[in-house]
Nanobody, 119 residues
Framework: QVQLVESGGGLVQSGESLRLSCAAS????????MGWYRQAPGKQRELVAT???????NYADSVKGRFTISRDNAKNTVYLQMDNLKPEDTAVYYC?????????????WGQGTQVTVSS
């Protein structure tokens, strides 16, 4: 079994910052790409940022220059530093990770954490 547990969401005002964390636990052998996605009310889930185990990060155009994704492989954790938040960033944020266990390689999702930005 593998679990992804997110933390760090909350209510902030426009222009403020938040840092999200997502830690993987369980029968993890290797974690490949990790990423953050978000889903606003009435909208489809969208990619925010991804980070491979080694290599170049990728960001949605809407967050470039404001959000930074990073990871700590020793802690099986991915972070999302969100600066200069805007009301349109309000959504439930989910982390996703492609993880190899002893048995297989699968994509896993966290339970989501709410981020609300007031104007």
């Amino acid at each position: 079994q593998v679990q992804l547990v997110e933390s760090g969401g909350g209510l902030v005002q426009s222009g403020e910052s938040l840092r999200l964390s997502c830690a993987a636990s369980g029968n993890v052998v290797v974690i490949y790409t990790m990423g953050w996605y978000r889903q606003a009310p009435g909208k489809q889930r969208e990619l925010v940022a991804t980070i491979p185990r080694e290599g170049v990060t990728n960001y949605a155009d809407s967050v470039k220059g404001r959000f930074t994704i990073s990871r700590d492989n020793a802690k099986n954790t991915v972070y999302l530093q969100m600066d200069n938040l805007k009301p349109e960033d309000t959504a439930v944020y989910y982390c996703k990770a492609t993880i190899r266990t002893i048995a297989r390689v699968l994509d896993y999702w966290g339970q989501g954490t709410q981020v609300t930005v007031s104007s």
